[in-house]
């Protein structure tokens, strides 16, 4: 069994471990379960519940044991500026342990440690589990205008007004102008029969007849 992280960062690379670690702790956030490498049907992961974390110590050896599991290269560092790399650029990286997990993650922490002098090279690692995550579509939502306080109070009709326009202006709603025309029906009839008399004619529109005259706003 070769344990190995792969990274999709330009060109796919690969590490194999040479050595395998005594041991593989798990955790869940809910429980933690250390097991040993070689009784796999002992590991448990809840991996659905909560992200799942895993850590081992193991180290990189300098020549090629009898106990390698895969071909160790040359200079064990070259391990250690790697892994420590694809750590600084937060790369995702597929953490597989054969007849165990295949897991995407991110490698949260990596301790190199000398061991045997300018030989061997012992480490800490550990990774977490990572989810792409889709976040579900929020629908943008238009902020309803507040409703403007409106007091009860005289408008001067102008040139090219209309219902609507008052009823927007002066109450922040234009549909409130059906109701202030009917508020105003007397006024209307009033400055109608002013301007026909004034400018001798039968017909005239109200809008017209209206312009500065007073409208009762409320």
């Not at 500026?81 to 790369?91: F, Q, S």
């Not at 009860?152 to 202006?169: E, I, R």
Request: include cysteine; proline fraction near 5%; charged fraction near 30%.
């Amino acid at each position: 069994m070769v344990i190995s992280i792969t990274v999709n960062a330009g060109e796919r690379e690969r590490i194999d471990f040479p050595i395998n670690p005594e041991s593989i702790e798990t955790t869940d956030g809910v429980e933690n379960t250390s097991v040993n490498v070689s009784n796999l049907g002992e590991i448990i992961l809840k991996g659905k519940r909560n992200l799942t974390t895993i850590s081992w110590s193991a180290f990189f050896p300098r020549e090629d044991y009898d106990f390698c599991v895969a071909t160790p290269l040359d200079d064990p560092n070259e391990y250690v500026e790697k892994i420590k790399d694809w750590m600084d650029n937060n790369y995702t990286v597929t953490l597989d342990i054969p007849g165990f997990i295949s897991l995407n993650c991110l490698i949260t922490s990596f301790e190199p440690s000398p061991n045997g002098g300018i030989y061997d090279i012992g480490y800490n690692i550990s990774f977490k589990q990572f989810k792409d995550v889709d976040l579900p579509s929020v629908k943008k939502q238009t902020a309803k205008r507040p409703v403007k306080a409106v007091v009860a109070h005289l408008y001067k009709w102008k040139n090219n007004d209309t219902w609507k326009k008052v009823a927007k202006k002066e109450t922040g709603d234009s549909k409130n102008s059906k109701k202030l025309r009917k508020l105003n029906e007397k006024r209307i009839k009033k400055a109608t029969k002013k301007y026909r008399d004034k400018h001798h004619v039968t017909t005239v529109k109200e809008k017209v007849a209206l312009v500065g005259e007073k409208v009762l706003i409320k």
